[in-house]
């Protein structure tokens, strides 16, 4: 990258030198074209007011030439020099392409290189104004040398070479210092994606700036962080499935082992058998909830116009048998009665199903009194689902994490050092039924004190 932005440099630098010293050359060039093509047309002036008295016209021609630094001849309509400020023309015929032109009228210039020097020459006509018409009685021939412009110009290119030199330096070390800059912070995304690619999940890129590349950085690092949580996820389902599969295998290789020892009675059987039923029923149940969790992104919604209200007494009546037997007491404040909104009935039991049995596994032994309140609350431009416990409640760290698969509350510490039961997915099912829906889902909690999810559905 450095040396495109130095070839870059150099290209500009040459570019803007080039255009200078043109510029240069062609201003000064035509402010002597000018300056010569006025002592041209006084001297063809003088001469025309002096052609009676010839030795005073090359006087006069001899000091134009000299204030002119310049070669001066009049020649007459034959072509003929009459004067020469340097006296070695006088007499010869000159039939240069100035001259001719100037004879016709028209004034003519011309850079040559003559002897390996470079000369400018023009000419002008001398007209003779006879009352009836304008005649061309002769030209003036002037010839100036540019190699005190011409070394100007060589001087200049070298002052030019030495500024770009310096600037050119100075702008690849400002670029050497200013790529570097840029490209370390990517040097270390660039190394912290083969660290990821090698497995390195979690790795953090060091922020050193706030502008586009920090911001870059932060996107990197939460990535990061965010492919870290997901592979640990992926590996406490996994163990955690691996767990619950194991157990029924072992309790019906037990079982199947009992059964070949020894002569039992067809009630033994029986009972073994059943005892096989149902730890294959529970397999069943721990891979339809595997397949559950494979399959939260393709949920389909039957959408139709509902009671929001009727759907929370259902839900609470079907829960009520449950939480009784488990010592907590469901309280319902349904002001949303007679509401209807545009949702799938079954899915928002499922959502309010699995979060009330949140509730009520998570309850704190330590406490007298379990409660899980249930609010349907009518705001008018929204409808509010509010269900609260004091159970154990949720570390705030852990809040960020509440909703994502695999994700477990008391795979950490926490009060009672409970075992739940559970494949973690079932927050990330509510989470992706209520996105499906429209609506929004928040979570509050503190440890010992409880829990409280709100579910904000627009009407």
Not at 48 to 67: C, L, T
Not at 167 to 183: D, F, R
Not at 254 to 268: F, M, Q, R, V
Request: charged fraction near 25%; proline fraction near 1%; charge should be neutral.
């Amino acid at each position: 990258m450095l040396i495109i932005y130095s070839l870059i440099a150099v290209l500009v630098f040459s570019i803007f030198g080039v255009l200078v010293l043109n510029n240069y050359k062609s201003k000064q060039i035509k402010n002597e074209e000018i300056r010569l093509f006025q002592t041209a047309n006084i001297v063809a002036d003088t001469y025309k007011g002096n052609m009676e008295d010839i030795i005073f016209a090359r006087i006069m021609v001899k000091s134009y030439g000299k204030q002119a630094n310049a070669r001066i001849l009049v020649v007459d309509a034959n072509k003929k020099v009459l004067i020469d400020n340097y006296n070695s023309y006088i007499g010869k015929t000159l039939d240069n392409d100035e001259i001719k032109s100037s004879l016709k009228g028209k004034s003519k210039s011309g850079l040559y290189n003559i002897e390996q020097k470079n000369v400018l020459q023009l000419s002008v006509p001398i007209t003779m104004n006879t009352g009836l018409e304008t005649k061309v009685i002769g030209a003036v021939l002037i010839s100036a040398s540019m190699e005190s412009i011409y070394s100007d110009i060589e001087n200049l290119k070298k002052d030019i070479l030495k500024i770009s030199s310096f600037a050119l330096t100075i702008s690849i070390v400002l670029t050497a210092i200013a790529t570097n800059s840029i490209t370390k912070p990517l040097r270390n995304l660039s190394y912290g994606v083969k660290r990821i690619a090698s497995g390195d999940l979690g790795y953090k890129v060091n922020k050193g700036s706030r502008d586009e590349i920090g911001q870059l950085v932060d996107s990197f690092n939460n990535m990061s962080h965010r492919l870290y949580s997901i592979e640990k996820n992926r590996k406490d389902f996994i163990n955690s499935i691996s767990h619950e599969l194991k157990t029924p295998l072992t309790s019906i290789r037990a079982l199947i082992e009992s059964l070949s020892i020894g002569n039992n009675d067809l009630e033994t059987y029986d009972e073994y058998l059943m005892d096989i039923y149902e730890e294959t029923k529970r397999m069943e149940d721990l891979v339809n909830y595997l397949m559950g969790s494979l399959k939260l992104e393709d949920i389909i919604l039957d959408i139709n116009k509902e009671d929001i209200g009727q759907i929370i007494d259902e839900t609470v009546k079907l829960m009520e048998p449950y939480a009784e037997k488990n010592n907590v007491k469901l309280q319902l404040n349904n002001e949303v009665k007679g509401i209807v909104v545009k949702c799938d009935k079954n899915r928002v039991k499922e959502v309010l199903i699995n979060l009330i049995d949140n509730s009520i596994k998570y309850k704190d032994e330590k406490k007298n009194y379990h409660f899980i309140s249930i609010i349907g609350r009518n705001n008018g431009d929204n409808i509010t689902l509010i269900i609260e416990d004091n159970g154990l409640g949720i570390k705030k760290e852990d809040l960020t994490n509440l909703f994502e698969r695999g994700f477990r509350v008391l795979e950490g510490h926490v009060p009672n050092d409970k075992s739940i039961a559970g494949y973690g997915i079932g927050l990330a099912l509510v989470k992706n039924i209520i996105d499906k829906h429209g609506w929004s889902i928040s979570a509050k909690s503190t440890i010992s004190q409880g829990s409280t999810f709100t579910i904000t559905i627009p009407v």
